[in-house]
């Protein structure tokens, strides 16, 4: 059995944060929750019209990526801003803009990535947001890279994948907690401070048995042994 590694969720200033082209909620407010220095701590990517998003929020990309079918007036927006460079690609490829986002920041050596929105919009692409996350957290683990970690955010939802980590989760982000199994089945998960406690427990993705948990006072712990884990922090 691995060692259970513990999850730092401080924001450091080798972040990124991709956004999407579907946000629910404030912009802002998402990304000061994340990271309150957020202009000077993280490097932002925004990806298709989340960049026209990001733009409209007073925010500026320091990466635009995609094919920008969903863009009106690309060209004014790469004239009329300063963001520092600009990646197109044909609307007909196989990556998703999303997985082109976090490629990238991959390759830039970002340890911790926020998917900024990305879900509650299409079903597909809330789906193939979370197969990128589990693409970004199969590249930390062959690549032994410590202290690494990928979310997923909206106004009401905040996603993290673990495998053989533990985390502490806050209620400030909601009360509300899922565990969805993303492997056929992720072994050993323990709980504290849940309502409904969990030791040793085993999820298979074939049955939806971890959904509404709730935190019980002020944070919770969640630990898991072998398999990928997605933990949903929500509010109503």
Avoid at 13 to 26: A, M, N, P, R, W
Avoid at 36 to 62: H, N, T, W
Avoid at 142 to 168: A, F, G
Wanted: charged share 30%.
């Amino acid at each position: 059995m691995n060692k259970i590694v513990v999850l730092d969720l401080r924001c450091f200033l080798d972040k990124s944060f991709i956004i999407t082209g579907y946000v629910q909620g404030d912009l802002q407010k998402i990304l000061e929750k994340e990271c309150m220095d957020f202009k000077q701590k993280s490097f932002i990517i925004g990806v298709d019209r989340g960049y026209e998003i990001a733009i409209k929020s007073g925010i500026l990309p320091d990466v635009a990526i995609g094919d920008f079918d969903s863009i009106t007036a690309t060209k004014d927006c790469e004239k009329n801003h300063n963001t520092k460079e600009w990646i197109t690609y044909p609307s007909e490829k196989d990556d998703t803009d999303t997985l082109l986002a976090v490629t990238y920041a991959l390759e830039k050596g970002v340890k911790d990535i926020s998917i900024i929105g990305g879900m509650g919009g299409r079903l597909d692409h809330t789906l193939a947001n979370i197969q990128a996350m589990a693409f970004v957290k199969d590249y930390f683990q062959k690549n032994q890279i410590k202290n690494s970690k990928i979310t997923m955010v909206d106004e009401k939802n905040w996603c993290i994948l673990i495998e053989n980590e533990e985390i502490i989760l806050y209620n400030e982000r909601g009360k509300y907690v899922s565990l969805i199994s993303l492997s056929d089945e992720v072994l050993n998960i323990n709980s504290e401070n849940l309502k409904w406690t969990l030791s040793g427990k085993t999820l298979k993705n074939t049955y939806p048995l971890g959904i509404s948990n709730e935190i019980i006072g002020e944070k919770a712990k969640i630990s898991v042994g072998e398999g990928k884990l997605l933990v949903i922090v929500s509010r109503d």
